[in-house]
C-alpha cells in the first residue's frame, strides 16, 4: 500500500539557518504531494503542494520539488524563523482503486532557537 | 471564506461514555473525512464521507462510526470509550473524494478529547 517516510525528528537549528526534512513515499502511479503543518495546539494547515513530477510547490518561503525518479518531495526553506517552530507532515493523496485516503508520514518537529 | 469548523474544541468524558463531535465543512465542499492523531500513532485515517456516503473507512474497531448530513455536516461517534481513544480528532473537508488527483483536503483545527 502507499506509505510516506519523513525524516526523524526532531529537528532543533538556530533562527537564520537553512532547512531541510526528507521525505520519501511509496505509490503506484502519480500521487499528488503535500506539506502540511501543525502549529503548537491547532489543527494541520496545508503549506503547499505539487500534482506533477518536477512540480515545485511553494509558500512563505518554503518550497518542495515533486522528484518521480527518486519518489521524493523535500522540504526546503533558506532561512528559517523562530514562528516556523511547528510539526511538519509529508503527505500524499492517490486516485484509483478503494484506498482513498490521505496517507500522512509519521511528522517532524522542528524548533527553532533566537 | 470559513474554513472547515469543528465543535466542540474540547472536552473530557469518561470510560464507557460515549461521544458525539460536529465537523462542518468550507461551504460547496461534499467530502468530509475523519482522522485521529495521537503521539504514539500519528494520523490515522477514521473514515470518509461523500454526497452522504461512506467512501472509506479506516482500521477501527465498531465502536467509530460516522453519517453526514444532505448539507454536507458531518458528525462522528464513539461509543464505549476507553483511554486509549483520548485523541485530537481531525475532521478535514474537499470538493472531490479524497483520492483524487490534484484535490487538496483543508483540515479543521480539531476536538480534543480526553477520557478518564
Known amino acids: 500500500g502507499d506509505s510516506v517516510t519523513q525524516m526523524e525528528g526532531p529537528v532543533t537549528l538556530s533562527e537564520e539557518a537553512f532547512l531541510t526534512i526528507n521525505c520519501t513515499y511509496t505509490a503506484t502511479g502519480y500521487p499528488s504531494l503535500f506539506w502540511y503543518v501543525q502549529y503548537p495546539g491547532e489543527g494541520l494547515q496545508l503549506l503547499l503542494k505539487a500534482t506533477k513530477a518536477d512540480d515545485k510547490g511553494s509558500n512563505k518561503g518554503f518550497e518542495a520539488t515533486y522528484r518521480k525518479e527518486t519518489t521524493s518531495f523535500h522540504l526546503e526553506k533558506g532561512s528559517v524563523q523562530v514562528s516556523d517552530s511547528a510539526v511538519y507532515f509529508c503527505?500524499?493523496?492517490?486516485?484509483?482503486?478503494?484506498?482513498?485516503?490521505?496517507?500522512f508520514g509519521k511528522g517532524t518537529l522542528l524548533t527553532v532557537n533566537p | 471564506k470559513a474554513g472547515v469548523t469543528q465543535t466542540p474544541r474540547y472536552l473530557i468524558k469518561t470510560r464507557g461514555q460515549q461521544v458525539t463531535l460536529s465537523c462542518s465543512p468550507i461551504?460547496?465542499?461534499?467530502?468530509v473525512s475523519w482522522y485521529q492523531q495521537t503521539p504514539g500513532q500519528g494520523l490515522q485515517f477514521l473514515f470518509e464521507?461523500?454526497?452522504?456516503?461512506?467512501?472509506n473507512k479506516g482500521n477501527f474497531p465498531g465502536r467509530f462510526s460516522g453519517r453526514q448530513f444532505s448539507n454536507s455536516r458531518s458528525e462522528m461517534n464513539v461509543s464505549t470509550l476507553e483511554l486509549g481513544d483520548s485523541a485530537l480528532y481531525l475532521c478535514a473537508s474537499s470538493l472531490d473524494p479524497q483520492g483524487l488527483a490534484g484535490n487538496t483536503i483543508y483540515f479543521g483545527e480539531g476536538s480534543w478529547l480526553t477520557v478518564v
Open positions: 461551504s460547496g465542499h461534499r467530502s
Open positions: 464521507y461523500f454526497s452522504e456516503t461512506q467512501r
Open positions: 503527505a500524499l493523496s492517490r486516485g484509483g482503486g478503494s484506498n482513498y485516503k490521505l496517507t
